[in-house]
């Protein structure tokens, strides 16, 4: 993997990989630049992931991080107009129809959220969402999709999974459904994995086991990782390679503990200051740091990922070799009018804003 900017040219390395005229990674974004009217937030910026690599895009509020990512889903806001190349597998993202664009979301390219509670479908019991990804993409049944839920929730931690399948997202504790949204972007083992400041919703006890999680199930499928943040310390923990941005460009990039350990940029080097006046002290050579060497701010940690009071006492486990009642069976009645946008067939309903 490498990542470069695009200004004032690529790296030695991107360039390398570019030299028959084909990029070869796994994803290739070159000269892209997102303008909102005569605003540019994305300026001409450029990085590339190989399959299984990870790269951690960080920068603070504004910066454009955000906006990148939804640019290569192709969920851009209304108003906004992307240009330059986002090639994913050999193939151009960028100008293709939602429609097109639909079959590759949640199938070969994912992406799990800030907030889990605004990207789930309130209206939808979390079995039926993780499922979902499995109906469209795979031509599962409702039976079907509902064992995979149950198995999938289990594979990322859930307490008691038969139960919870048939909960609905307000039922679930932050912790609990951010795991669900991790095992809705997992469900088709897509090669690529967009995730945009996951923890950071999330009590500092929960950051570092929804952390583990998340990086040790990328490796177990092989996806290549996109991790967007603006903590330095969670991106040590995650990142093999790093990328630096400060309005709308890329300052800085390169192997993560290099860049850490010795950044170039005066951005990076406040950055870092910033951070060891928090008395985080950076990663040791050849050591990746851990989000839970940062000083707590809350409460003291109890148990992490405690059901909400209202699912304490729920009904027994059902045996996993059919689905959980309320999966294969009629869905919940819909309201009159159009449901919230679920995360794997629509933008999210506030996942859309163009904060980054």
């Known amino acids: 993997m490498s990542a470069a900017a695009a200004a004032p040219g690529p790296s030695a390395a991107l360039a390398g990989r570019e030299r028959d005229g084909a990029p070869s990674g796994l994803l290739e974004v070159t000269d892209l630049t997102v303008r909102f009217g005569d605003t540019v937030v994305v300026d001409r910026i450029g990085f590339g992931l190989d399959a299984g690599g990870r790269l951690g895009l960080i920068g603070e509020s504004g910066s454009g991080k955000s906006i990148t990512a939804l640019a290569v889903l192709g969920l851009l806001p ?35 959220f800030q907030e889990p509670l605004t990207a789930l479908n309130p209206l939808w019991r979390v079995g039926r969402q993780i499922g979902e990804p499995l109906r469209l993409h795979r031509g599962l049944s409702r039976r079907a999709a509902g ?9 990322v931690g859930l307490p008691d999974p038969q139960r919870l399948v048939r909960a609905y997202p307000h ?21 690529l994995l967009i995730a945009d400041e996951p923890t950071t919703a999330l009590d500092v006890s929960v950051q570092a086991d929804v952390l583990a999680l998340l990086t040790r199930l990328v490796d177990e499928a092989g996806t290549a990782l996109l991790y967007i943040t603006h903590d330095l310390a969670v991106v040590a923990s995650v990142a093999r390679e790093l990328a630096v941005m400060r309005g709308g460009r890329l300052v800085e990039t ?61 009904p027994a486990a059902e045996p ?37």
């Open 320 to 356: 996993t070799s059919s689905p959980p009642p309320g999966l294969a069976d009629d869905p919940p009645p819909e309201p009159t009018g159009s449901p919230a946008a679920g995360p794997v067939d629509g933008r999210p309903e506030r996942a859309s804003k163009a904060g980054t």
């Open 78 to 112: 209304d108003g906004a107009a992307a240009t330059g190349s986002i090639r994913f597998d050999g193939r151009e993202l960028l100008g293709r129809s939602d429609r097109e664009l639909s079959r590759i979301r949640g199938d070969r390219i994912a992406m799990v």
């Open 171 to 191: 039922q679930l504790s932050g912790g609990q459904r951010q795991r669900v949204g991790i095992a809705i972007a997992l469900a088709c083992r897509p090669a």
């Open 254 to 314: 390169g192997p993560t503990e290099a860049v850490l350990q010795a950044p170039r940029h005066p951005y990076t080097q406040r950055l870092l200051a910033a951070a060891h006046r928090t008395s985080w002290t950076g990663p040791a050579a050849g050591t990746a740091a851990s989000p839970a060497s940062r000083p707590a701010s809350g409460p003291a940690a109890g148990p992490t990922d405690s059901p909400a009071p209202e699912l304490a006492a729920g």
């Open 147 to 155: 064992v995979a839920a149950v198995e999938l929730a289990a594979k």
